[in-house]
């Protein structure tokens, strides 16, 4: 069973750019599709990004189109999110996860399988 570990979170000031690694260990990370959520204090977790087994396919939450950047290097069982002109309400503990379905849009939270602990972005203003 794949298992994730994120990384990358810290503190940065609005307008910032910030690159969040998650690192699957386990012999079937190219087998799932990949996303990442986030979740603010006091708000449930929300869809970030996601995309599909092979990297061919993307979708983003309207509020980071054009900003974020998700993708993989299934050679080294890595998933990314580069985030470009961050804002305050980017400020949440962000978790990637993985889904045994390789649908290309799918955002609800109880549909992946398997979920990291978390890195937390901070965006100050």
């Known amino acids: 069973q794949v298992q994730l570990v994120e990384s990358g979170g810290g503190l940065v000031q609005a307008g910032g750019s910030l690159r969040l690694s998650c690192a699957a260990s386990?012999?079937?990370?190219?087998?799932?599709?990949m996303g990442w959520f986030r979740q603010a204090p006091g708000a449930e977790r929300e869809f970030v990004a996601r995309?599909?087994?092979?990297?061919?396919?993307?979708v983003y939450a309207d509020s980071v189109k054009g900003r974020f950047t998700i993708s993989r290097d299934n050679a080294k069982n890595m998933m990314y999110l580069q985030m470009n002109s961050l804002k305050p309400e980017d400020t949440a503990v962000y978790y990637c996860?993985?889904?045994?379905?390789?649908?290309?849009?799918?955002?609800?939270?109880?549909?992946?399988?398997?979920w990291g602990q978390g890195t937390q972005v901070t965006v100050s203003s």
């Open positions: 996860a993985a889904d045994a379905i390789n649908s290309v849009d799918r955002r609800r939270v109880g549909l992946y399988d398997l």
């Open positions: 995309i599909t087994r092979s990297g061919r396919s993307t």
């Open positions: 386990g012999r079937t990370f190219t087998t799932y599709a």
